[in-house]
T-cell receptor, first 112, second 110 residues
Framework: DTAVSQTPKYLVTQMGNDKSIKCEQN?????MYWYKQDSKKFLKIMFS???????INETVPNRFSPKSPDKAHLNLHINSLELGDSAVYFC???????????FGPGTRLLVL | EDQVTQSPEALRLQEGESSSLNCSYT??????LFWYRQDPGKGPEFLFT???AGEEKEKERLKATLTKKESFLHITAPKPEDSATYLC???????????FGTGTRLTIIP
């Protein structure tokens, strides 16, 4: 039973393209997050949703737009991809705001 | 701004050789300090949460401790399967986000 799942696992695309990453959790949690892990393995928060409401929106280019259709799903859409967007993107969820966060397996994005 | 510094950056130990990893932090009111383990190509896996100075938690060969300025992850008689990157993160009161350190890459040599 996968707790937090992400699709796709790998994503290779050209500069300028638009792409989406999907995240689903079956833990019954009401808060979900997107993190970016750069080449130096540093994990940084991007967004968080609680009950479909945006609660964290860090300094991220507006080419990145999260969407939460329901409590169990949080998607990340990226417009006009740039070389610097290459990274691993992790989705996470928690039972409530400020509770322990559980991470998905990551989506490895490579922009050529 | 919350900050987390982990040391050493990398650590190689012989199997059975005990050691400690350090996580120093500055935060505006600590709500919780979290330890995660990350294997190559995988997402961080939750290990422990510590909430107040003096608290300790144990899981198999790992023990996490917390003071007002730092946390230690002690590993006793490690095995090769303990090889991973260990990440420390802090959460401040009134804030949902985790601020991570850059991790300690631990290698246990058989």
């Amino acid at each position: 039973d996968t707790a937090v799942s992400q699709t796709p696992k790998y994503l290779v695309t050209q500069m300028g393209n638009d792409k989406s990453i999907k995240c689903e959790q079956n833990l019954g949690h009401d808060t979900m997050y997107w993190y970016k892990q750069d080449s130096k393995k540093f994990l940084k928060i991007m967004f968080s949703y609680n009950n479909k409401e945006l609660i964290i929106n860090e300094t991220v280019p507006n080419r990145f737009s999260p969407k939460s259709p329901d409590k169990a799903h949080l998607n990340l859409h990226i417009n006009s991809l740039e070389l610097g967007d290459s990274a691993v993107y992790f989705c996470a969820s928690s039972l409530a705001k400020r509770e322990t966060q559980y991470f998905g397996p990551g989506t490895r994005l490579l922009v050529l | 701004e919350d900050q987390v510094t982990q040391s050493p950056e990398a650590l190689r130990l012989q199997e059975g050789e005990s050691s400690s990893l350090n996580c120093s932090y500055t935060v505006s009111g600590l709500r919780g300090l979290f330890w995660y383990r990350q294997d190559p190509g995988k997402g961080p896996e939750f290990l422990f949460t510590l909430y107040s100075a003096g608290e300790e938690k144990e899981k198999e060969r790992l023990k996490a401790t917390l003071t007002k300025k730092e946390s230690f992850l002690h590993i006793t008689a490690p095995k090769p399967e303990d090889s991973a990157t260990y990440l420390c993160a802090v959460q401040a009161y009134g804030n949902e986000k985790l601020t991570f350190g850059t991790g300690t890459r631990l290698t246990i040599i058989p």
